[in-house]
């Protein structure tokens, strides 16, 4: 039987978040829209799982996973803000797994997303939460990425450690 337990745990505890990001570039195939792909752990439980088409066509990969990571902010400081209000600490900074190392650069680097102006806004977005030390891009591998089970198709052996993983079959993750 799967399920998912998020035991009760003490208010002097720091609540750690363990968010992964993925997008794919015009992957509708209908309308060509970028697909953006995201799953959100709460203290080893998945909380969030979204993938959606995003709003408007982009131009390029960089501009689909920039608009993508800049979603994927706002997903998690929207948890971040209901832990808050619930009186919870919560363990900073929250690393956000991604698997383009690219993208790492670009948050990271707010000259580079000057340069591009297409993209510039949600760059600033992201920047805005990396400067104040709430949230801390890092790379993960593809394989690795658990955003993954919805964006690509899989073999059973990657889809079931994806599945185990999201059912809490594994060690948590700090």
Not at 40 to 49: D, S
Request: net charge negative.
């Amino acid at each position: 039987m799967l399920g998912l337990c998020l035991e009760e745990l003490g208010r002097d505890l720091e609540w750690w978040l363990s968010p992964y990001e993925d997008s794919d570039w015009a992957g509708d195939q209908d309308q060509r829209l970028s697909i953006t792909r995201l799953v959100i752990y709460l203290m080893g439980a998945p909380v969030l799982w979204k993938s959606r088409a995003q709003k408007n066509i982009t131009l390029s990969s960089t501009e689909a996973e920039n608009v993508s990571l800049s979603e994927f902010v706002a997903e998690i400081m929207f948890i971040k803000q209901i832990l808050e209000l619930l009186g919870l600490k919560v363990k900073y900074p929250i690393y956000m797994n991604i698997d383009i190392v690219s993208m790492i650069f670009l948050a990271n680097n707010e000259m580079a997303g000057q340069k591009m102006k297409h993209i510039d806004v949600h760059s600033h977005y992201v920047c805005e939460f990396i400067e104040d030390g709430v949230v801390k891009i890092v790379f993960v591998k593809s394989v690795e990425n658990q955003a993954d089970i919805f964006t690509k198709n899989t073999n059973i052996n990657t889809f079931e450690g994806h599945v185990n993983k999201m059912m809490g079959r594994s060690l948590m993750m700090t």
